[in-house]
Nanobody, 124 residues
Framework: QVQVVESGGGLVQAGGSLKLSCTASGLRYEHPTMAWFRQVPGKEREGVACINWDGTYTYYADSVKGRFTISRNNAKNTMYLQMNNLELPDTAMYYC?????????????????WGLGTQVTVSS
């Protein structure tokens, strides 16, 4: 049974930092491409960051470049999203996804497995 579980969300002041984690288990492919998405009510889901199987290629949405860093530790089956200099528009539910394709400008597609999300709220 595939399980994708996010953690690390919370409330933070603008300019602060948070680190999200995502653990995936039960996948057929041991180290799949993984990504972070986010969504706010009433808006479409947005691709935030994406990473290939060994971390040699990373992709970022234009809105988070220079502030967010995606990484992974395959020995722990865990992916991370370090978020620095958070801004009010970063407030969203953040979702981890596994086994898909990375693309430019947040265009990440065909992800098969999803977590339930972790809420990030940035306050002024």
């Amino acid at each position: 049974q595939v399980q994708v579980v996010e953690s690390g969300g919370g409330l933070v002041q603008a300019g602060g930092s948070l680190k999200l984690s995502c653990t995936a288990s039960g996948l057929r492919y041991e180290h799949p491409t993984m990504a972070w998405f986010r969504q706010v009510p009433g808006k479409e889901r947005e691709g935030v960051a994406c990473i290939n199987w060994d971390g040699t290629y990373t992709y970022y949405a234009d809105s988070v470049k220079g502030r967010f860093t995606i990484s992974r530790n395959n020995a722990k089956n865990t992916m991370y999203l370090q978020m620095n200099n958070l801004e009010l528009p970063d407030t969203a539910m953040y979702y981890c996804a596994a086994n898909g394709r990375c693309g430019d400008h947040g265009h990440y597609t065909d992800f098969d497995y999803w977590g339930l999300g972790t809420q990030v709220t940035v306050s002024s």
